[in-house]
């Protein structure tokens, strides 16, 4: 078995990549390392009944074939394939997951993973973070969580461009998502097509809505050496005032579109921190915006926001050669070298 420890320092040689989660983020993932020359798809894990068995090239639409097949055999896939690499997309919530990590990091395997929690786990998910934590140090490999949204746009980015300030008062995000654009589980997390009573009650019951909002309020914060006083967040239903049809929902007028989720964080007494992010369907000037109060005054805008599903894919499979040579541990985007694009 490949170890932890003979990633590090691999520099240019081929990683050998395993995809766990084969769903549309997955697929997307599976796309772009089959088209990197450095990487090595060699295997992928799913649970999915349709999925398990069949051929990887299949289920992606490849006219080759490129020698993998979907299994639900975890252990046995991690124990035969020995990747250096896992790129983890199952589900949002880390304590469903944090067994799928644990496996992998016992077998030698770093692990850059999209589950939303694991930006910055420490925050809502301390018991988890500490198991994780250990099975990265015990094991000698890196745990990464990053994204889009968490991990790029309302957190990462908005440090980044810090690095040009002499002082900071308050950092804003903004982002704007027509969630029409998006794929179909992302239309229903947001609650697109129930009724307002409907939402409501799901939301209760932690079943509705973003996950990672107040853990990307943490990263700012801690990039910033903020000791916050306090991080909360708030989620409201947008409610259609037009008939709206998807590929996937049909929306009437009064039901509802999608959700705006608002977070901040409050230091010494006073806001410094505020993230605003919609994600409904219709929104007609989708963008994602970071606002910097301070010396100087920033302003950063990207006009029809960040494609979440393409740039999600694309930031797990970047971060792949930093992630297989970082130091072991469990990480954060403020660990690690700058993510960009390796071709």
């Known amino acids: 078995m490949m170890s932890g420890m003979s990633a590090k320092g691999a520099g240019a040689q081929t990683l050998r990549v395993v995809q766990m989660g084969v769903g549309a983020i997955g697929r997307e993932v599976c796309r772009l390392v089959l088209d990197r020359p450095h990487l090595r798809l060699v295997g992928a894990i799913d649970t999915d009944k349709d999925l398990v068995g069949r051929s ?28 250096e690499v896992v790129i983890h997309t199952t589900t949002s919530r880390l304590p469903e997951v944090v067994h799928e990590i644990e496996h992998a990091a016992r077998h030698g ?14 925050l809502n998910r301390p018991g988890e973070a500490a198991r994780l934590e250990v099975a990265a140090r ?15 746009v309302m957190d990462t980015l908005a440090v980044l461009a810090t690095a040009v300030c002499s002082e900071v008062e308050l950092i804003e995000c903004r982002r704007v998502v027509d969630a029409a654009t998006r794929r179909q589980p992302l239309q229903l997390k947001v609650g697109a097509g129930l009724s307002v ?25 801690t990039a910033l050496g903020w000791q916050w ?16 049809r998807t590929d996937y929902v049909q929306v009437r007028t009064g039901q509802v579109a999608g959700i705006h989720n608002i977070g901040w964080a409050t230091v010494e007494g006073r806001e410094r921190i505020r993230l605003d992010l919609q994600m409904y369907v219709g929104a007609e000037e989708p963008m994602d915006e970071v606002v910097i109060r301070g010396k100087p005054n920033m302003t950063l805008c990207i006009p029809g926001g960040t494609p979440g599903d393409l740039a999600t894919a694309a930031i797990l499979v970047n971060a792949v050669p930093i992630i297989a040579n970082a130091e072991p541990g469990l990480l954060t985007m403020l660990d690690i070298p700058i993510i960009r694009c390796r071709m």
């Open 56 to 83: 990887l090239s299949e289920v992606l639409g490849l006219k080759e074939d490129c020698g993998v097949t979907i299994s639900n055999d975890v252990e046995g896939t991690l124990d035969a394939c020995e990747p």
């Open 109 to 122: 395997a770093n692990v850059v993973s999209s589950t939303e929690e694991l930006l910055f786990p420490r």
């Open 138 to 152: 015990d094991n000698n490999v890196a745990i990464l969580g990053t994204g889009v949204n968490p991990g790029f």
């Open 197 to 221: 009573a409907e939402f409501n009650s799901l939301l209760a019951q932690g079943k509705m809505g973003h996950v990672g909002l107040t853990e990307s309020i943490a990263l700012i914060a």
């Open 229 to 244: 006083d306090n991080i909360d967040q708030r989620t409201e239903p947008v409610i259609a005032r037009r008939d709206i």
